[in-house]
């Protein structure tokens, strides 16, 4: 991740989001990689978060896929987030119909 600054993300800056994934014998296509990423409340939940598909950039040679987005923070105050991949298919009636979720 790039744009983070110690633990501090500056507001109205881009996040700008890489992932590299060894996809195994799934093509790129299988794969549906998001990053999730809200406000926290006064708990610590977050209770509306943003679901930021990444686009596939790059097939390395090595076979390893390398997925990008940017994101911009629009609000000061606590946040949460992570990178989440899923098996995807048009046909899957939910994205977590699997019950397959790999977290990073």
């Known amino acids: 991740m790039e744009g983070i600054h110690g633990d501090n993300i500056p507001v109205n800056e881009p996040l700008n989001i890489t992932v590299r994934i060894d996809p195994g014998k799934l093509e790129p296509g299988d794969l549906l990689v998001e990053l999730v990423v809200g406000k926290k409340d ?4 977050v209770t509306d978060p943003d679901y ?36 995807y298919h048009a046909k899957l009636a939910s994205k977590q119909e699997t019950g397959l979720i790999l977290w990073g």
């Open 42 to 45: 006064s708990k610590g939940s």
């Open 52 to 87: 930021v598909p990444l686009k596939i950039m790059n097939k390395g040679a090595d076979g390893i896929l390398t997925f990008s987005t940017e994101y911009v923070i629009r609000e000061n105050g606590p946040y949460s987030y992570g990178i989440r991949v899923l098996p």
